[in-house]
């Protein structure tokens, strides 16, 4: 039985990591693709994430939209510094990859979601178009099963001590989306910042098959390396890795509150005790993972790609 997802992402490139993974698992049926601002701005993830849909011949099966240009309310910061200024540098997709549809992100959210029902959203960018989503089309939360999303962190931050990267960059969508009642999974920094690929497994990728060439170029080109780390991080991969493999990570079901303004803009706070919100949750926060099988996942995965 396959997975129904629709992955709303910011390419990226651990973003485009994580659709190679959901483009090729047979587990995975990837029903949507839409694109938000967030690593990059907005025109450049959406061609992104057509640059990896036409990589593997998907144009025709896999829509992809364009999404919000900027957050709902705070200011645009990119990480062009850590992806290159395209988004995607270290390899070369060519110019004919092909245009978004003619319907919004929010459109096609909705139309994708009506029509397939239970389906699980996977968000590793800002969560710009979920909220807009769900402001716009509230009955749109009866029909998904869940949000598997990328972002947050129980432990510290990779933007300030407090705050990972997606919830920052829109912390007031990111407070509507926790805020759904729809059932969350939360694949934060605190099993990312683990989950490393290893300089072995990079070494191995480039020579196993064009996938892996591409794959080894933009990685190469990553600049997500903290000091001291063995590996770089494929944040977004984990949201696929999880939905296939959720034995292999341990998660705490916890209340999550998101700061929206001040120094701590961005945090996403667990109440551990159940002291704020008499022990209700809102979501299932990974926070902990086994690292070498996500390595062999990994590789393994990649290996039986074109």
């Avoid at 696929?240 to 803009?265: C, M, R």
Wanted: proline content about 4%; some cysteine; hydrophobic content about 40%.
């Amino acid at each position: 039985m396959t997975t129904k997802i629709i992955m709303d992402t910011d390419p990226g490139i651990d973003d485009a990591a994580a659709l190679t993974m959901a483009i090729n698992n047979p587990e995975i049926d990837l029903k949507l693709v839409t694109a938000v601002a967030g690593n990059v701005k907005v025109d450049k993830t959406t061609a992104n994430a057509l640059k990896i849909v036409h990589f593997f011949g998907k144009n025709d099966t896999i829509p992809v939209a364009a999404g919000a240009a900027e957050p709902l309310i705070k200011p645009f910061e990119d990480a062009a510094r850590i992806h290159g200024e395209s988004g995607m540098e270290g390899y070369d997709f060519g110019d004919d990859y092909g245009q978004p549809i003619a319907k919004s992100a929010v459109q096609a959210l909705r139309d994708t979601i009506m029509a397939e029902d239970e389906i699980t959203l996977v968000p590793t960018g800002s969560y710009t178009n979920i909220a807009l989503l769900f402001k716009e089309y509230p009955e749109v939360k009866s029909h998904i099963k869940q949000i598997v999303a990328m972002g947050g962190s129980l432990s510290g931050g990779n933007m300030t001590s407090v705050a990972e990267f997606n919830v920052f960059t829109d912390p007031d969508a990111a407070r509507i989306m926790y805020n759904s009642g729809i059932p969350i999974v939360m694949v934060g920094l605190d099993v990312t910042l683990k989950a490393l690929l290893t300089d072995d497994s990079l070494n191995q990728l480039k020579d196993m098959n064009e996938t892996g060439k591409m794959l080894y170029g933009l990685i190469s080109h990553y600049n997500d390396v903290s000091g001291g780390a063995k590996g770089r991080p494929m944040h977004d991969v984990n949201t696929i890795f999880y939905l296939l493999h959720p034995e292999a990570f341990t998660t705490k079901n916890l209340w999550i509150d998101v700061q929206t303004s001040g120094p701590a803009i961005g945090a996403t706070v667990g109440d551990i005790r159940g002291a704020y919100h008499d022990s209700k949750t809102n979501a299932k926060a990974c926070v902990d993972i086994d690292a070498d099988f996500f390595n062999q996942w990994f590789l393994a995965q990649v290996a039986k790609m074109k």
